[in-house]
Each structure stands twice: as C-alpha cells, then as structure tokens.
Nanobody, 119 residues
Framework: QVQLVESGGGLVQAGGSLRLSCAAS????????MAWFRQAPGKERELVAS????????YYADSVKGRFTISKDNTKNTVYLQMNSLKAEDTAVYYC????????????WGQGTQVTVSS
C-alpha cells in the first residue's frame, strides 16, 4: 500500500509560478513510476508529467513542456512539480499518482490539490 499526499496548490495570476509537492509513504519501492495528472471541469484527466524514483528519465505533456519541471527527492520520498509561466488553461485539480513497472495504469492516487490561474 502507498499513500500520497499533495500540497502546494492555490490561486495565482497568469504568468506566475507554483510548486506542488507529493509526499509518498508506505511501500513506495513497489511503485517506482510517479506522475502528476490534472483534471479540469468538464475535461478528461490528463497526464502532465512523470518520473521514476530511480533513473533520470522524465515525460512531459506537450502543453506544459518548457514551463513545468518534475523532480524528486528520494531522501524525502517526495516528488515535485514546478509550474512556471502559468496560464488560465492550467487551472485544474492536480493529482499525484504512483504506478508499478510495466503497468500503464497508476495504482495509487492522492486526494488532489486545486490550482487556479486567474487571467
């Protein structure tokens, strides 16, 4: 079992920045794939960025490339999402998720944190 707790959401003006944190606990070694998803009202959930606890490879959705950075601190079991140059269309609930190697579905999810970007 893995527990994920997100923090860092809030209200920010367009062009501003926010950093989201996802603190993981439990059997984190069983789910090395970590990701941030988001879901805006009336839209499908979207994979924003992903990273592994071990290894340096990352993935970004085209919509956030060059603006968002995913990173991790293995000593704190925490994954971060630095969001810069925020746009109104980035407004959504952001979820942290963890998954097992070889699986496309993510097994564990956090409760979500709201990010609102005012234009």
């Amino acid at each position: 079992q893995v527990q994920l707790v997100e923090s860092g959401g809030g209200l920010v003006q367009a062009g501003g920045s926010l950093r989201l944190s996802c603190a993981a606990s439990g059997r984190t070694f069983s789910t090395p794939n970590m990701a941030w998803f988001r879901q805006a009202p009336g839209k499908e959930r979207e994979l924003v960025a992903s990273i592994r606890w071990y290894g340096g490879s990352t993935y970004y959705a085209d919509s956030v490339k060059g603006r968002f950075t995913i990173s991790k601190d293995n000593t704190k079991n925490t994954v971060y999402l630095q969001m810069n140059s925020l746009k109104a269309e980035d407004t959504a609930v952001y979820y942290c998720a963890s998954g097992r190697l070889g699986e496309t579905q993510y097994a564990y999810w956090g409760q979500g944190t709201q990010v609102t970007v005012s234009s």
